[in-house]
Nanobody, 126 residues
Framework: QVQLVESGGGLVQAGGSLRLSCAAS????????MGWFRQAPGKERENVAA????????YYPDSVKGRFTISRDNVKNTVYLQMNSLKPEDTAVYYC???????????????????WGQGTQVTVSS
């Protein structure tokens, strides 16, 4: 059974930092693109970071560029999201996702991802 388990969410003040982790089990994702999405109440889920299988390519939307950094450790089958200079508008449930097949680049759209974690809440207070 494939599982993606996120951790590291919580409550932080504006300007603070959090580091999310996503540990995969049940199969290896060392040859698969992975990403992080978030969904705020009343809003659609959006991609906030994506990384290629070897970490050579990354993607960030303008809303988080320069503040968020995605990385991965293929030995540990884990992907990370370092979030700095957090803003109240970053408040959301954050989801880890993995593409199920080999993917040479980054995956942007939800439909490209086959596996999803259960989500971890990030709340940024003003």
């Amino acid at each position: 059974q494939v599982q993606l388990v996120e951790s590291g969410g919580g409550l932080v003040q504006a300007g603070g930092s959090l580091r999310l982790s996503c540990a995969a089990s049940g199969r290896t994702f060392s040859r698969n693109a992975m990403g992080w999405f978030r969904q705020a109440p009343g809003k659609e889920r959006e991609n906030v970071a994506a990384i290629s299988w070897n970490g050579g390519s990354t993607y960030y939307p303008d809303s988080v560029k320069g503040r968020f950094t995605i990385s991965r450790d293929n030995v540990k089958n884990t992907v990370y999201l370092q979030m700095n200079s957090l803003k109240p508008e970053d408040t959301a449930v954050y989801y880890c996702a993995a593409v199920g097949i080999y993917y040479s680049g980054t995956a942007y759209y939800e439909y490209e991802y086959h596996y999803w974690g259960q989500g971890t809440q990030v709340t940024v207070s003003s």
